[in-house]
């Protein structure tokens, strides 16, 4: 489908999601001009880059955002927080995996997270990526669609043993958590996974778990409130659209992830793989 046609598939499951995917559209724009060039880089932290494409995106989508909307925007870039009490408000991540986009590891990880929350619930919510041109979106309670094609996990059964967990972390290995470096361990031994990874970091994989084109089926994010990687930006929007294809996002006492909690999650396919991991952390020695 078209970038066009994807807009109009959006305003027709859910206004709110056509919003987002006209903001979207505008983002990537930004992104595609801005990509393979030289940039002004700034070192948030070790391997935590930011430049102008990321402010610039989030200019083109405040204005769309703007346009359609008076709710206040929670966004990574301009405006990290919100007022006490506000409960209906949209979360931006203007370029999610930065520093894969800067460093050009790979056109499968920058995109763009926008999503509507209201009262405590992601309404609907958009994952782009403009340099594969590749849609992702859900609506609350209506499904989720990739490309204008309903996205469902895969049906089959899948254990651990089985499977290709992939370990998003820190890139500076003195925030690791202890949560984490234990995982490590645990899931490349005879009870963990088939096959474990670390590729640049992107929200985005969970999107790629929903669509079950291969045995990737768990992502664990490593996550602290003492320095905050997976923020609620980070979260949301690939949260609903993997929830609304069947799968979870789970903390390791085994309960839904509070988007403004800061603690290690597993991301999965299925509740049932979620939960094998969680017991490997619980029982069996590093």
């Known amino acids: 489908m078209t970038s066009d046609s994807i807009l109009t598939h ?42 102008e494409v990321d402010t610039n995106a989030d200019v083109a ?25 506000v409960s209906d408000f949209w979360i931006v991540d203007p370029l999610d995996a930065t520093s894969a ?46 490309d204008g094609k309903r996205l469902i996990v895969s049906d089959e059964p899948m254990t651990l043993l089985e499977s290709w967990v992939e370990m998003n972390q820190y890139a500076d290995n003195s925030l690791e958590t202890e949560l984490f470096s234990s995982m490590r361990q ?3 031994s005879k009870y963990g996974a088939r096959l474990v990874t670390t590729n640049p970091p992107h929200s985005g994989v969970a999107v790629r778990i929903a669509e079950s084109k291969s ?5 664990i994010h490593d996550n602290s ?15 609903l659209v993997l929830q609304e294809a069947g799968g979870v996002f789970l903390n390791f006492s085994g309960e839904e992830l509070d988007l403004f909690m800061a603690e ?5 396919r299925t509740e049932s793989l979620a ?6 952390f619980e029982t069996q020695p590093t």
């Open 215 to 219: 045995s990737l089926s768990v992502a």
């Open 10 to 51: 959006g305003r027709e499951i859910d206004p709110d999601l056509g919003i987002a995917i006209e903001a979207a559209l505008a983002a990537g724009d930004v992104i595609r001009e801005g990509s393979g060039k030289m940039h002004d880089v700034e070192f948030k932290g070790v391997g935590d880059l930011v430049s």
């Open 275 to 280: 939960r094998e991991v969680i017991e490997l």
């Open 61 to 85: 989508i405040a204005k769309v955002l703007h346009q359609h909307s008076t709710l206040p925007v929670l966004s990574e870039e301009s405006s990290p927080t919100l007022d006490a009490g």
């Open 264 to 268: 290690p999650f597993v991301v999965a």
């Open 186 to 188: 645990r899931l490349r």
């Open 225 to 239: 409130a003492d320095h905050v990687k997976q923020a609620a930006w980070d979260i949301a929007a690939p949260r």
């Open 101 to 146: 986009f800067l460093t050009q590891a790979g056109p499968q990880y920058p995109s763009v997270l926008i999503n509507r929350q209201q009262d405590g619930i992601t309404t609907s919510s958009v994952v782009y990526f403009p340099l594969t041109e590749e849609w992702f979106y859900a609506a609350k309670g209506r499904g989720a669609w990739k």
